[in-house]
């Protein structure tokens, strides 16, 4: 079956502007979560979506911002782009029940965002 | 709170060595443990997994990991390293339930040798 689909792979943007990133999950997945991977921080979590309800949230400002429709797919869009923000953004998509976590994490293979 | 603690940040072995990268973990409960690999220019692919059940876990391209409550370990090890083994592997936390995320360690760059 397909794997997680990240759209785009890769994205330059400007400073000030904002971006929309696009992930969709394993066929039957309903959960959905966001990671930012950037060398100097390493990989931390963003947030998770699961029935087109944020349910966890990392510690990221809210030009940071999320949503899932009702097939899954979860978008995210951070506003406001800083230098900083430059990044690979990883998606991961699981079952999202209780026992989720006990068939793991598929992730995608992410959007490069430069930020210039 | 839940952290991973991966000692160095590259490893280099020779082909045909043994590989073992270690992870320590912090958890105040029970926690799920993961390896991941990345590849250059891609996501994160899952090795292995411990859920509680066997403490001695083997994973995909004849990796193995041990969980040891006792070291609050969970160190990653192949017996025989390929070239197509060099990579960047994490080691990652998460507690059970519902509301579980991934807490990653740095992560570990593996270098093989011919």
């Known amino acids: 079956k397909a794997g997680v689909t990240q759209t785009p792979r890769y994205l330059i943007k400007t400073r000030g502007q904002q971006v929309t990133l696009s992930c969709s999950p394993i066929?039957?997945?309903?959960?959905v979560s966001w990671y930012q991977q950037t060398p100097g921080q390493g990989l931390q979590f963003l947030f998770e979506?699961?029935?087109?309800?944020?349910?966890n949230k990392g510690n990221f400002p809210g030009r940071f911002s999320g949503r899932q429709f009702s097939n899954s797919r979860s978008e995210m869009n951070v506003s406001t782009l800083e230098l900083g923000d430059s990044a690979l953004y990883l998606c991961?998509?699981?079952?999202?029940?209780?026992?989720?976590?006990?068939?793991?994490?598929?992730f995608g293979s992410g959007t490069r965002l430069t930020v210039v | 709170a839940q952290s991973v603690t991966q000692l160095g940040s590259h490893v280099s072995v020779s082909e045909g060595a043994l590989v073992l990268l270690r992870c320590n973990y912090s958890?105040?409960?029970?926690?799920?443990l993961f390896w991941y690999v990345q590849y250059p220019n891609q996501g994160l692919q899952l090795l292995l997994k411990?859920?509680?059940?066997?403490?001695l876990v083997k994973g995909i391209n004849g990796f193995e990991a041990e969980f040891k409550k006792s070291e609050t370990s969970f160190h990653l090890t192949k017996p025989s390293a390929h070239m197509s083994d060099a990579a960047e592997y994490f080691c990652?936390?998460?507690?059970?339930?519902?509301?579980?995320?991934?807490?990653f360690g740095k992560g570990i760059t593996l270098s093989v040798r011919p």
């Open positions: 979506y699961f029935s087109e309800t944020q349910r």
């Open positions: 990652a936390v998460s507690r059970t339930g519902a509301n579980s995320k991934l807490t």
């Open positions: 066929s039957g997945h309903r959960s």
């Open positions: 958890s105040s409960v029970p926690p799920y």
């Open positions: 411990y859920t509680s059940a066997a403490t």
């Open positions: 991961a998509s699981s079952l999202g029940q209780a026992q989720s976590t006990n068939y793991g994490y598929t």
